[in-house]
């Protein structure tokens, strides 16, 4: 690199361009911003102290991303109109590139200067809308503008690569895109320049181990160091790298705080639930631990009627801040997401291949703060906040805007934000764990991302109908053992005769005998026979069906029957009714029953056993006699069971179905909308 | 806690089902008794023991 030293134009002490192509150097003396021209040092003017922000960053750090090493060489601290600072590092690559290193809120933004193919596709700042997308800057999909306002040059040390002007007020709009993707539009130049990039990881960025170097002397302001100006009492600022506001512990009081320096706002007053969580406890969520640094009430109003909800801000150094929320005896635990993550319809948002129907929109207002919070909290602040859900997650998406409220009040500083954050659903019952607390209260209707709470049940369902289709499958791959089959043709009582009997006697003589009269059963064709078959062997532990089948056409045989083990007696009845019938009525033919029956009998002790068969028959009107063929079997599958099965297993999860349905119904009525999206 | 429940109770049943089919276990099976040495031996025992049946009485 070309290193240029010279004389501060302001104080005369020594200021050096390492980098060939920075653009200002500040005065590390007087705090000057030197700008090198073609003939001479130039003075922009004083710029602030930087500020310490905690951030792991420092001049002077190298780092390598995607290949190519880097060095950051200066830094400015740009002030939001909602309050506050965040950085902005500049990083020279070794290819003589430049990188801007946006660092907010513990997260870090790498962009580089991407020229547009006509200045007239970037849009102008007025035409900007926070949520709508920007097509024109090129990107896998379009970015959206998550951010666009006003940003007030306080602070710079090092070399930077443009005309840093101090306490210049420049617009600009962040926006995001998929997959971290990042852009800003700098409106600070009469023709707007585009900067694309993503957000990083100081890892990605090789330069993790220096940053943990600084991580391992943090900076504390103890409770000493400040009182409140409002009661004298002390206070302690848990995150004074970030805090803007804070209450005291003492009196209530609002402060603001700027640089250290506590400012009495107003007197505050509890509004809605109690504080369940103190400030200053404790928890671990995803291997984080988390100190709960602030305490917020919020409200809807809906009818006249204001509806309230806890907020608890999380804060962890290394991660940033993450909020716990409470609303009716619900819990959740809330980060933000990229806005470049989500894609938003009109009834329904997608962020990571994942639906998430519209609950509620609505205004939300401030009613009551307590602790520590990044940003100029103030009560009565309302923005719009939409609610997605798809249990156990919401997404919600909250609107500001902001004029007139940063460092430079009235000054017409001005921002409009959109932001995207992730609640996960926490039962009651964890959060008591995570903080050490006891009876907190039970919600008493369902949340709107609470899952529900049985659906466990299906999975199992799945998988014991999935064992039952195999081992039923496996079952009815046995196949039947016949034991025993007998064809029985059974006599029907004789017919009336007309003609008389004659015998002849020995000697030639002959005897007349009276025609015998048909018996009334036999001329009604009704008769019964038993049988008794030969033993045969049965085997223990398995199934018997016993089938008949008959020669019934509009008629039918009975088989009464017994199995009886020759040796201990048992006796196992049953019955089979075998009846055929069919006709025509009406022009149309009929069927009904038919010629084989059967019954299924548990498994008898092994042994030899013999029927008895009882075959019982009615107006048999055919000229064969009654024939049945008797069969038993052993090990035959039945469908029957199976099914039995199947409903039995599926009794509990249809219950479940039933207490889903009411569960949704009792989530979906405290929303305006219907599950369809639409308002009710 | 109604999934646990159903674990427990889907479990058994698929037990039943193939205890069920290991030992030949049948739904609905005809009655079953022991029949006394006494009417075994006499000569038309049997008829005695089926006294109580009233016959079919099924047909059109």
Redesign the interface.
Not at chain 1, 16 to 42: I, K, M, P, Q
Not at chain 1, 111 to 135: A, D, K
Not at chain 1, 196 to 208: A, F, H, K, N, Y
Not at chain 2, 26 to 35: A, H, W, Y
């Given at each position: 690199m070309a290193t240029l030293q010279a004389g501060c134009p302001a104080c005369g002490a020594q200021v050096t361009f390492r980098s060939g192509s920075s653009v200002v150097v500040v005065c590390e003396y007087c705090n000057s911003v030197v700008a090198r021209t073609d003939r001479a040092l130039e003075d922009l003017g004083k710029v602030s102290d930087v500020v310490d922000s905690g951030s792991p960053l420092d001049i002077g750090m190298r780092g390598v991303y995607e290949g190519m090493a880097f060095e950051l060489t200066g830094r400015a601290q740009l002030g939001h109109a909602a309050g506050g600072v965040w950085d902005e590092w500049y990083a020279a690559f070794a290819d003589g590139r430049w990188g801007w290193l946006a660092e907010a809120q513990g997260r870090f933004y790498l962009t580089f200067r991407t020229e547009m193919p006509g200045q007239s596709l970037v849009p102008p700042y007025e035409s900007l809308e926070v949520g709508t997308s920007v097509p024109s800057i090129p990107a896998p999909m379009p970015f959206v503008v998550t951010e666009k306002g006003e940003a007030l040059m306080v602070a710079a040390e090092g070399e930077i690569p443009y005309r840093l002007i101090p306490n210049e007020i420049y617009r600009y709009a962040d926006l995001a895109g998929l997959n971290r993707a990042f852009a800003t539009i700098d409106y600070g130049e009469q023709m707007p320049l585009v900067f694309t990039g993503r957000e990083v990881g100081l890892t990605e960025l090789g330069i993790v181990d220096m940053a943990h170097r600084r991580e391992r002397a943090p900076r504390v302001v103890s409770a000493a160091q400040l009182s409140c100006p409002n009661c004298g009492g002390p206070l302690e600022l848990r995150a004074p790298d970030h805090t803007e506001r804070v209450t005291c512990p003492n009196c209530g009081s609002l402060l603001d705080v700027n640089r250290g320096q506590l400012r009495f706002l107003k007197a505050l007053e509890p509004v809605g639930y109690p504080q369940d969580i103190k400030l200053g406890a404790e928890g671990e969520f995803d291997g984080q631990r988390y100190t709960v640094i602030g305490f917020m009430t919020r409200s809807v109003e809906f009818e006249g009627v204001k509806y309230f909800w806890q907020e608890y801000l999380l804060y962890q150094p290394a991660v940033g801040f993450r909020w716990l929320v409470q609303s009716d005896g619900h819990w959740s635990f809330v980060e933000p997401v990229s806005p470049g993550d989500v894609q938003a319809s009109e009834k329904t948002v997608s962020y990571k291949g994942k639906t998430f129907r519209i609950f509620q929109d609505a205004a939300a207002r401030v009613e009551y703060v307590a602790g520590e919070f990044y940003w100029k909290v103030e009560v009565g602040e309302t923005v719009r906040a939409v609610d997605y859900v798809s249990p156990p997650q919401m997404l919600s998406m909250e609107v500001s805007g902001v004029v007139g409220r940063g460092k430079r009040q009235g000054a017409g500083q001005e921002s409009q934000e959109v932001n995207w954050s992730l609640g996960t659903y926490l039962p009651v019952k964890e959060v008591e764990r995570t903080f050490q607390v006891k009876n907190l209260p039970r919600p008493t209707n369902v949340a709107p991302n609470q899952p529900f709470?049985?659906?466990?049940?299906y999975?199992?369902?799945a998988l014991?109908m999935l064992?039952?289709v195999v081992?039923?499958g496996l079952?009815s791959i046995q196949r039947p053992t016949k034991v025993f089959e007998q064809t029985f043709t059974v006599q029907t009582a004789p017919a009336a005769s007309a003609t008389p009997n004659v015998i002849t006697l020995p000697g030639g003589r002959t005897v007349t005998l009276p025609v015998p009269a048909a018996t009334p059963a036999a001329a009604a064709g009704e008769g019964?026979q038993?049988i008794f078959t030969e033993p045969f062997e049965i085997k223990?532990?398995?199934?018997?069906r016993v089938t008949a089948r008959a020669n019934v056409d509009?008629?039918?045989i009975?088989v009464?029957g017994?199995l009886?083990n020759e040796a201990?007696?048992?006796?196992?009845?049953?019955?089979l009714?075998v009846?055929y019938?069919h006709g025509t009525d009406g022009g149309e033919s009929w069927s009904e029953g038919g010629g084989e029956e059967d019954?299924?009998?548990?498994?008898l002790p092994g042994g030899t056993y013999t029927m008895?068969l009882?075959v019982?028959w009615?107006?048999w009107n055919q000229a064969a006699p009654p024939m049945v063929i008797v069969r038993v079997e052993?090990?035959v599958?039945?469908g029957?069971?199976?099914l039995?099965?199947l409903c039995?297993?599926s009794l509990?999860?249809l219950y479940?179905l039933i207490k889903k349905i009411s569960f949704e119904s009792r989530r979906w009525a405290d929303s305006e909308f219907n599950a369809a999206g639409t308002k009710s | 806690?109604?999934?646990k429940?159903?674990?427990v109770?889907?479990?058994g049943?698929?037990l039943v089902?193939?205890a069920?089919?290991?030992?030949?276990?049948?739904?609905?099976?005809?009655?079953?008794?022991?029949?006394?040495?006494d009417v075994?031996n006499s000569p038309g025992g049997?008829?005695s023991?089926?006294f109580w049946?009233s016959?079919?009485r099924?047909?059109?």
């Amino acid at each position: 690199m070309a290193t240029l030293q010279a004389g501060c134009p302001a104080c005369g002490a020594q200021v050096t361009f390492r980098s060939g192509s920075s653009v200002v150097v500040v005065c590390e003396y007087c705090n000057s911003v030197v700008a090198r021209t073609d003939r001479a040092l130039e003075d922009l003017g004083k710029v602030s102290d930087v500020v310490d922000s905690g951030s792991p960053l420092d001049i002077g750090m190298r780092g390598v991303y995607e290949g190519m090493a880097f060095e950051l060489t200066g830094r400015a601290q740009l002030g939001h109109a909602a309050g506050g600072v965040w950085d902005e590092w500049y990083a020279a690559f070794a290819d003589g590139r430049w990188g801007w290193l946006a660092e907010a809120q513990g997260r870090f933004y790498l962009t580089f200067r991407t020229e547009m193919p006509g200045q007239s596709l970037v849009p102008p700042y007025e035409s900007l809308e926070v949520g709508t997308s920007v097509p024109s800057i090129p990107a896998p999909m379009p970015f959206v503008v998550t951010e666009k306002g006003e940003a007030l040059m306080v602070a710079a040390e090092g070399e930077i690569p443009y005309r840093l002007i101090p306490n210049e007020i420049y617009r600009y709009a962040d926006l995001a895109g998929l997959n971290r993707a990042f852009a800003t539009i700098d409106y600070g130049e009469q023709m707007p320049l585009v900067f694309t990039g993503r957000e990083v990881g100081l890892t990605e960025l090789g330069i993790v181990d220096m940053a943990h170097r600084r991580e391992r002397a943090p900076r504390v302001v103890s409770a000493a160091q400040l009182s409140c100006p409002n009661c004298g009492g002390p206070l302690e600022l848990r995150a004074p790298d970030h805090t803007e506001r804070v209450t005291c512990p003492n009196c209530g009081s609002l402060l603001d705080v700027n640089r250290g320096q506590l400012r009495f706002l107003k007197a505050l007053e509890p509004v809605g639930y109690p504080q369940d969580i103190k400030l200053g406890a404790e928890g671990e969520f995803d291997g984080q631990r988390y100190t709960v640094i602030g305490f917020m009430t919020r409200s809807v109003e809906f009818e006249g009627v204001k509806y309230f909800w806890q907020e608890y801000l999380l804060y962890q150094p290394a991660v940033g801040f993450r909020w716990l929320v409470q609303s009716d005896g619900h819990w959740s635990f809330v980060e933000p997401v990229s806005p470049g993550d989500v894609q938003a319809s009109e009834k329904t948002v997608s962020y990571k291949g994942k639906t998430f129907r519209i609950f509620q929109d609505a205004a939300a207002r401030v009613e009551y703060v307590a602790g520590e919070f990044y940003w100029k909290v103030e009560v009565g602040e309302t923005v719009r906040a939409v609610d997605y859900v798809s249990p156990p997650q919401m997404l919600s998406m909250e609107v500001s805007g902001v004029v007139g409220r940063g460092k430079r009040q009235g000054a017409g500083q001005e921002s409009q934000e959109v932001n995207w954050s992730l609640g996960t659903y926490l039962p009651v019952k964890e959060v008591e764990r995570t903080f050490q607390v006891k009876n907190l209260p039970r919600p008493t209707n369902v949340a709107p991302n609470q899952p529900f709470p049985h659906r466990g049940v299906y999975k199992y369902w799945a998988l014991f109908m999935l064992a039952a289709v195999v081992i039923g499958g496996l079952l009815s791959i046995q196949r039947p053992t016949k034991v025993f089959e007998q064809t029985f043709t059974v006599q029907t009582a004789p017919a009336a005769s007309a003609t008389p009997n004659v015998i002849t006697l020995p000697g030639g003589r002959t005897v007349t005998l009276p025609v015998p009269a048909a018996t009334p059963a036999a001329a009604a064709g009704e008769g019964s026979q038993v049988i008794f078959t030969e033993p045969f062997e049965i085997k223990g532990n398995r199934n018997l069906r016993v089938t008949a089948r008959a020669n019934v056409d509009n008629n039918w045989i009975f088989v009464e029957g017994d199995l009886i083990n020759e040796a201990t007696g048992l006796v196992q009845a049953f019955d089979l009714p075998v009846e055929y019938y069919h006709g025509t009525d009406g022009g149309e033919s009929w069927s009904e029953g038919g010629g084989e029956e059967d019954v299924y009998i548990s498994a008898l002790p092994g042994g030899t056993y013999t029927m008895r068969l009882e075959v019982q028959w009615e107006k048999w009107n055919q000229a064969a006699p009654p024939m049945v063929i008797v069969r038993v079997e052993q090990n035959v599958a039945r469908g029957v069971n199976f099914l039995l099965l199947l409903c039995a297993l599926s009794l509990v999860p249809l219950y479940v179905l039933i207490k889903k349905i009411s569960f949704e119904s009792r989530r979906w009525a405290d929303s305006e909308f219907n599950a369809a999206g639409t308002k009710s | 806690m109604l999934s646990k429940l159903y674990k427990v109770i889907g479990g058994g049943l698929l037990l039943v089902y193939v205890a069920a089919a290991w030992q030949g276990w049948e739904v609905g099976s005809p009655r079953r008794q022991f029949l006394p040495p006494d009417v075994r031996n006499s000569p038309g025992g049997y008829r005695s023991f089926h006294f109580w049946h009233s016959g079919y009485r099924g047909g059109k």
